[in-house]
């Protein structure tokens, strides 16, 4: 569903519109929970099949639309993007988290670190870049201790997020901070 709500922000001419759609997927997904079944749409056809019996709500995935809406402004970005980028991470790895049988917020830090980096690199705008990394930076600082053995098929986004945040490099660097938090459940300072 991320990617549903992310094609409306990186495809639209008129924010109106967009702020339209955001809204449609929005009440689709809030529709699921009272029973109304899926249109013909794959990806909420899938969240109707594989979700909704495992105890994730479309109330819960609607709330993306939250995250997504403040992308709509033009730049330069700053806090209410930042803000709405990091609620995008908590939302999807806390839903995560749960599917993994843990709970929501023991990866919803990872989640925030994860969304940042990657909303950063998709910026197309440098002011807004940097202030998406710091806030990021400041995330990655919060996260205080090794995260637990079974959420680290998904934080290891966060780990590889946090690796270009502290090194800015790719290759080598990366893929070891990506098997010591496999490990270890740590992130690269």
Not at 1 to 11: N, R, W, Y
Not at 34 to 50: C, K, N
Not at 123 to 128: A, L, V
Request: aromatic share 6%; proline share 5%.
């Amino acid at each position: 569903m991320d990617l549903a709500f992310a094609d409306v922000v990186a495809t639209f001419s008129d924010l109106r519109l967009a702020a339209i759609r955001l809204a449609w997927w929005r009440e689709r997904l809030e529709a699921l929970d009272q029973g109304t079944a899926a249109p013909a749409e794959p990806r909420l056809e899938a969240v109707e099949a594989a979700l909704l019996p495992r105890g994730i709500t479309g109330k819960e995935l609607s709330q993306l639309e939250d995250a997504w809406l403040p992308l709509l402004e033009p730049f330069p970005w700053g806090k209410k993007q930042s803000n709405g980028l990091q609620l995008r991470g908590t939302i999807l790895f806390g839903i995560g988290a749960r599917l993994l049988g843990r709970e929501a917020d023991e990866a919803e830090r990872a989640g925030a670190l994860w969304s940042l980096v990657d909303g950063a690199q998709h910026c197309s705008d440098s002011y807004s870049r940097d202030c998406l990394r710091e806030h990021a930076a400041t995330v990655l600082a919060s996260i205080d201790k090794p995260l637990p053995r079974q959420l680290r098929v998904l934080t290891v986004l966060a780990a590889l997020a946090a690796a270009d945040t502290v090194h800015e490099a790719g290759g080598l660097k990366r893929l070891s901070s990506a098997l010591k938090h496999r490990l270890w459940g740590t992130f690269p300072r």
